[in-house]
Nanobody, 115 residues
Framework: QVQLVESGGGLVHPGGSLRLSCETN????????MGWYRQAPGKERELVAS???????NYADSVKGRFIISRNSARNGVYLEMNNLKFDDTAVYYC?????????WGKGNLVTVSS
C-alpha cells in the first residue's frame, strides 16, 4: 500500500524559506500527477503546485515565482521549495499522488509564517 511521508514544515518568518519533502515507501512516481495542496484554517484545500511524470508543472497564481516543485532522480520523492514566504502561506501542506485508479495523500505538514 502506498504511503506518502512528508517532512520539512515548521515556523518561519515572513520572507523566509522552507523546503517540504514527500517520499513514498518504495513506490516510484511512474505515472499520474504528483502535487502539493494546502489548507489554511477556515478555508478549503487548494492546489499549490503539481508535476507530472513528463515533468510538466503547474502552480497556483499565489505562489508563482516563489515556490518550486521538483522530483528526485529515483522518482520516489517530490519536493516543494518555498521562498519569500508570506503570512497567507500559513497552512497544512499535503502531498498528493493522483492516478487514474487511486488518489494518495500524505498526513499533512504544518507551515506557519509568523513574525
Amino acid at each position: 500500500q502506498v504511503q506518502l511521508v512528508e517532512s520539512g514544515g515548521g515556523l518561519v518568518h515572513p520572507g523566509g524559506s522552507l523546503r517540504l519533502s514527500c517520499e513514498t515507501n518504495g513506490y516510484v512516481f511512474s505515472r499520474g500527477v504528483m502535487g502539493w495542496y494546502r489548507q489554511a484554517p477556515g478555508k478549503e484545500r487548494e492546489l499549490v503546485a503539481s508535476t507530472t511524470s513528463s515533468d510538466s508543472t503547474n502552480y497556483a497564481d499565489s505562489v508563482k515565482g516563489r515556490f518550486i516543485i521538483s522530483r528526485n532522480s529515483a522518482r520516489n520523492g517530490v519536493y516543494l521549495e518555498m521562498n519569500n514566504l508570506k503570512f497567507d502561506d500559513t497552512a497544512v501542506y499535503y502531498c498528493n499522488w493522483r492516478k487514474i485508479a487511486a488518489d494518495h495523500w500524505g498526513k499533512g505538514n504544518l507551515v506557519t509564517v509568523s513574525s
